[in-house]
């Protein structure tokens, strides 16, 4: 049984807090929710189109601060309303895939050395990841406070500092085991 994308939700949701181009929406992604999402440009270009087929969204040029014209997407009534449609009858489906677990579950056929060594990085990984949570969440507390997105947005850094914290525990548990 095939899955439905998520892509064109996850689109509109972000066209929902402002119009944007598809390299802006990349980096809002990069910048906001890349702890818990992510999609390629492979994904947003073609979604963007369907999208604006299907009437959810509409491309239109928007001059902006330097007087330059640039093309932006903005959600449409019809879009916003399947964005609120799918977000209330969705059931949520987590993804299951994770590289890290899948190396040390099958650890005996890996060179521990090399192992290690991927611990180590996914250890940086991880330290930068919560630098960059509690960077946002400061942000979030200046600059935001007022938005009325704000709880959802802290709720779900909070997630993501606990689920780092996590990892990189279990990380550091991992890489004494398999080096005593």
Not at 13 to 25: A, V
Not at 27 to 35: C, G, L, N
Not at 97 to 120: A, C, D, I, W, Y
Request: aromatic share 12%.
């Amino acid at each position: 049984m095939k899955r439905e994308s998520k892509t064109p939700y996850a689109l509109l949701g972000i066209l929902s807090q402002c119009e944007m181009n598809g390299y802006e929406i990349r980096k809002y992604i990069e910048s906001t929710i890349s702890f818990f999402w992510s999609e390629s440009f492979g994904q947003i270009y073609p979604t963007l189109a369907k999208l604006e087929e299907d009437g959810l969204i509409r491309e239109w040029e928007k001059t902006d601060s330097n007087g330059k014209k640039k093309k932006v997407y903005k959600i449409t009534r019809p879009g916003l309303e399947a964005f609120r449609r799918w977000m209330d009858e969705s059931p949520i489906q987590s993804n299951k895939r994770n590289e890290l677990l899948f190396k040390v579950f099958f650890g005996r056929h890996m060179n521990s050395k090399l192992l290690t060594q991927q611990l180590e990085e996914e250890i940086k990984k991880q330290k930068d990841d919560l630098k960059s949570l509690k960077n946002f969440q400061k942000e979030l507390d200046s600059d935001w406070e007022k938005h009325p997105d704000q709880e959802y947005w802290s709720l779900t850094l909070e997630y993501a500092e606990k689920q780092t914290k996590l990892n990189l525990d279990w990380i550091e548990k991992v890489k004494k085991k398999i080096n005593p």
